[in-house]
């Protein structure tokens, strides 16, 4: 293991002693780059605007115009989509007068045995449960900063929103399908059914979401409005 | 530049929130306070070891059976790659080879490097260190499209006699190291990569 750097430097450097003046007079006017730790001062930017690390270019700070009801009806929209797309057929195969029509349900239920089980539990997950457990939260912590009374779990109902955000992947989904409509292309014909055209929506409306929620800007508003 | 550790205090990890020494829990997002995330390094390599332990047979099982009139064929990730290129479907080979070969390996390798020479102090520079953990992070979630083409293909394509899909025991192993090796680079605290150096 490496060892931690020296934390007790020489208490004459100028740099040091303008931290400390800023950090007592206000601990949250400072942010350290959840990243890689470089101190930076907490400013207001105008929405649109991105605040970087300057060391290693994290997006520290980046508020939109609007952010609360933005993502919330965003994040309504993506649930929306979901149960649509869930309820129509997604892909019809044809071949010498055999045709098939399958959900996205049916499919994870066509692989529901044995140890497909597995796979079926994957795609489950990764592709409806992550994302509208993920849009459950937010919708959650969001409306509850809305109503300018955050919910008393919000901290750790939008932290779990936070961690689920790599397990969500729509738009790897929508890559493979891309990939498997390929592999069947000469062995049967595939007609694009409803679910497949919701499916590209919620993908683009769930980037959206993503881009619409600052996290800096959410957690100041938990911390303000709890006190 | 100074960071938080310079002046003893601790960094949220989480939310970026400063407090001073002793602190143990962030007023702000309510996450323990660590200086560094305790035993990042250890939980780092076992997530690796077993994801490399996945990966080995994700290579030589089969990924996925076709069954052709009732004649069964399995392939494994490169013979299917194969398949693509020779039926001239060179985008979709190209894009599988990546991200089924070619990127499971790299990231294996370069988090074994990222790991090696944080704890070892080897003289890579911070900022190639910073880029390839990026990279890492950033590419981890895209190696399971053929694990979602095996699904699709399994769950969806069912003619009855003439045309069937059958996942193969690679499939699942594929699944389980990428899950390994997002969950080994998720381990790491960047904060790690910093450490050390002097101002550039």
């Known amino acids: 293991m490496t060892g931690l750097p020296d934390l007790t430097p020489p208490g004459d450097d100028p740099e040091r002693k303008a931290w400390l003046r800023l950090f007592e007079a206000d601990p949250d006017a400072v942010i350290a780059c959840p990243s890689c730790d470089t101190l930076h001062l907490a400013e207001t930017i105008a929405p649109g605007q991105v605040a970087r690390c300057k060391r290693c270019h994290f997006t520290l700070i980046a508020p939109r115009r609007d ?39 049916g499919m994870i239920g066509g ?9 079926a539990i994957l795609v489950a997950m990764f592709v409806v449960g992550v994302p509208m457990l993920r849009a459950a939260a937010l919708i959650y912590v969001v409306w509850g900063l809305r109503q300018n009374r955050p919910p008393r779990a919000a901290r750790e109902v939008f932290r779990l929103a936070e961690a689920m955000a790599p397990w969500a992947m729509t738009e790897v989904f929508l890559i493979g399908t891309g990939v498997a409509l390929v592999k069947v292309a000469g062995l049967a014909r595939v007609g694009f059914e409803e679910a497949f055209w919701i499916f590209c929506v919620m993908v683009l409306v769930l980037a959206l979401k993503n881009a619409s929620v600052c996290r800096w800007t959410i957690w100041t508003m938990i911390r303000e409005r709890q006190e | 530049m100074m960071r938080a550790s310079d002046i ?15 602190a143990q829990v962030c007023r702000t997002c309510g996450s323990a306070l660590h200086q560094r995330l305790p035993n990042s390094m250890q939980k780092l390599w076992a997530w690796l070891v077993t994801g490399i332990f996945f990966l080995i047979p994700a290579n030589l099982y089969p990924l996925l059976s076709n069954e052709i009139f009732g004649h069964e064929e399995g392939h494994t990730i490169l013979e299917g790659i194969l398949l693509f290129a020779q039926s001239g479907d060179y985008l979709v080979a190209g894009v599988i080879f990546l991200a089924s070969f070619v990127i499971p390996f790299f990231k294996v390798a370069v ?25 890492v992070e950033f590419i981890g979630r895209w190696s399971m499209i053929d694990v979602f083409v095996v699904a699709l293909l399994t769950g969806l394509v069912h003619l ?22 997002m969950l080994s680079a998720q381990a790491l605290d960047a904060k790690l990569i910093w450490d050390g150096v002097t101002n550039e």
């Not at chain 1, 929209?77 to 959900?103: D, H, K, Y």
């Not at chain 2, 988090?111 to 990279?135: C, D, K, M, N």
Request: hydrophobic fraction near 55%.
């Open chain 1, 67 to 105: 952010t609360l009801n933005r993502t919330l009806a965003l994040a309504l929209t993506s649930a929306i989509l979901m149960v649509a797309m869930l309820s129509f057929p997604f892909l019809t195969l044809t071949r010498q007068g055999l045709s098939n029509e399958v959900s996205i349900l």
């Open chain 1, 111 to 119: 692989l529901a045995h044995g140890w497909y089980m597995l796979l």
């Open chain 2, 8 to 22: 003893g205090w601790i960094g949220c990890h989480n939310c970026g929130a400063v407090h001073s020494r002793g």
């Open chain 2, 111 to 135: 988090i074994a490097t990222l790991a090696l020479s944080i704890q070892h102090g080897w003289q890579l520079s911070p900022r190639l260190r910073h880029v390839l953990y990026e990279f």
């Open chain 2, 160 to 181: 009855g006699a003439i045309l069937a899909f059958l996942p193969g025991a690679g499939a699942i192993c594929f699944a389980l190291s990428v899950i390994c090796t």
